[in-house]
Each structure stands twice: as structure tokens, then as C-alpha cells.
């Protein structure tokens, strides 16, 4: 099966830019996609194929994937903000989809 | 509006088979292109896909699982149905369905529904 590695934290002040990695090997090859999960909720996709912003998510979330990396960036971070963020692919060889392990962001 | 909410039982006792539903609304479960899918979450823990069913009756399973579980569909009641067999303490959670696109993402999430397995 594919991994997907994430960090288990990041943390930084309220107005920061915040990195959230996903490596997987030649991620690149694939479609990543991110999701946020705040506390007693479902989780909800912020970005999807990479790079794309369902309606509703606010610029300042964006996504990159480029070797082995793929990168959610929240820019200007704020506490509501504050949730587990998880990266998914489509696992090719298993043809099924695989999860990231999740990254607590939190806002200090 | 494009939901899906689960539902099943909160408690099942340790070898017992555990049956949850996923009713749709918003979209048709045999919509070209679409899927839905389950996915799990143990407390405080991350994310575990389970099963996924495609419009044209397609179905996938989380490899490790996948002798345990079987995901259907009823297009009469647009409704999925997920069983899982020989439930354990560790299968307690909180079971996710959403709708997922075809090979890609999951969107939108039900709201879950939360399971405990105990004698």
C-alpha cells in the first residue's frame, strides 16, 4: 500500500504562514487532496487535485506537490484555523484511496 | 443540498456483526461517475478508509479489513450499507460515509456516527 507521512504538529502565531507536508514516494504522479478537520466535526476538503479551492475556502489556503512532497500552505493563519488537517491519494497499485496520518495545526 | 447521514447502532458487544447505514440525499447512489464511501476514526486518531462503492455497483476494500467487511447498495432507498463482522474494542470509533468522486476525493462527509464495541 502507498504511505502518506505527515507530521503529527505544527504549531505558530496567528499570522503566520503555515507548511503542512505530505510525503509519499513520486507524489508528485499523483492528485493530493487536503482535508480539515476541526474538533466533533467531519472532516472537509479544502483543497482537491493539488492545488484547487472548493467554493467557499478562503484564499488563504493552498496546496502544492511537487517530488516527494506535497504541501498544504495556510497563510496568515488564525485561530479558527485550529484542526487536523489530513492529505489523501488515489493508491494506484491498490486501487483504493490512502490517508495521510493527520497534522494537528495549532495556533498559539 | 447534497447529504448523507449514517446511522446504526452506538453499542455492539465483542464477535457481533455491526451494520451501518448511509442514506443519500441531493444526489442518486447509481450517479454516473460517484461513489461513497466509508471511513473510520478511532478516538483521538487519524483517518482509515474502509470500503468504497462506485455507481455501477464497483466496490473497493482497505486491504487489512477487507474479509471483515462488505459495503452494498440499495438504489431503491438510495441508501448504502456497510457490515462488519467480528467487532473488537479496537473497531470502536466514529464511522464517516461521503460521497467520493471517482477515483479521487471525498466530498461532502456525513456527520458520523459514533460506535462502541464492549461486553
Known amino acids: 500500500s502507498y504511505v502518506l507521512t505527515q507530521p503529527p504538529s505544527v504549531s505558530l502565531a496567528p499570522g503566520e504562514t503555515a507548511n503542512i507536508p505530505c510525503g509519499g514516494i513520486n507524489i508528485a504522479t499523483k492528485d493530493v487532496h487536503w482535508y480539515q478537520q476541526k474538533p466533533g466535526q467531519a472532516p472537509m476538503v479544502v483543497i482537491y487535485?493539488?492545488?484547487n479551492r472548493p467554493s467557499g475556502i478562503p484564499e488563504r489556503f493552498s496546496g502544492s506537490n511537487s517530488g516527494n512532497t506535497a504541501t498544504l500552505t495556510v497563510g496568515r493563519v488564525e485561530a479558527g484555523d485550529e484542526a487536523d488537517y489530513y492529505c489523501?491519494?488515489?493508491?494506484?497499485?491498490?486501487?483504493?484511496?490512502?490517508f495521510g496520518g493527520g497534522t494537528k495545526l495549532t495556533v498559539l | 443540498q447534497i447529504t448523507l447521514k449514517e446511522s446504526g447502532p452506538t453499542l455492539v458487544k465483542p464477535t457481533q456483526t455491526l451494520t451501518l447505514t448511509c442514506v443519500l440525499s441531493?444526489?442518486?447512489?447509481?450517479?454516473?461517475?460517484?461513489?461513497v464511501g466509508w471511513v473510520r476514526q478511532p478516538p483521538g486518531r487519524a483517518l482509515e478508509w474502509l470500503a468504497l462503492?462506485?455507481?455501477?455497483?464497483?466496490?473497493r476494500y482497505n486491504p487489512s479489513l477487507s474479509r471483515r467487511l462488505a459495503i452494498t447498495q440499495d438504489t431503491s432507498k438510495n441508501q448504502v450499507v456497510l457490515t462488519m463482522t467480528n467487532m473488537d474494542p479496537v473497531d470502536s470509533g466514529t464511522y464517516f460515509c461521503?460521497?467520493?468522486?471517482?477515483?479521487?476525493?471525498?466530498?461532502?462527509w456525513g456527520q458520523g456516527t459514533l460506535v462502541t464495541v464492549s461486553s
Open positions: 461521503a460521497r467520493s468522486n471517482f477515483r479521487a476525493w471525498f466530498d461532502p
Open positions: 487535485h493539488d492545488s
Open positions: 441531493g444526489f442518486s447512489v447509481n450517479t454516473s461517475g460517484l461513489g
Open positions: 489523501q491519494v488515489w493508491d494506484s497499485s491498490g486501487d483504493h484511496p490512502a
Open positions: 462503492i462506485y455507481w455501477d455497483d464497483e466496490k
